[in-house]
């Protein structure tokens, strides 16, 4: 059964990693990894990644990408957003990677991956708006 647009929107706010899809061109099948992110109901779904990333050229060029989440308990459930991407911001400060470390791990470890995360490089903010939704909620199978 299909989720209502609240039941998606909901759902996609809460941390699940995420698939992130985007055509690469050339014949070639969608780059799809998987991916930490931000959303919040009504607004912008958002991504960290490397400014010179394989990821961040397909995203630029393809100007649009999806993303699913889901989960297996309590029930088979999935989300899928897709959309243009509406930015692209060069991460001037911690702020977007602490936020997102914050969303995915327990306090005590946040410090150490910013750590991590400054050995990464130069890191960019993909903005996208979410037009286009997939949901299924299979109940307990």
Known sequence: MAL?????????????IGALAVAVGNGRAPLNVPIWYQYSPGGELWVVTGAGSRKARALEEAGR?????????????YVTAEGPVVRIEPMTDEGPVREMAERYLPADKVDGYLKYAESLGEQVVVFMRPEQWLSADMGTV
């Open 4 to 16: 209502t647009l609240k039941e998606r929107q909901e759902f996609l706010a809460q941390p699940h």
């Open 65 to 77: 990408f999806s993303l699913m989440a889901q989960v297996l308990t309590p029930s088979v459930r």
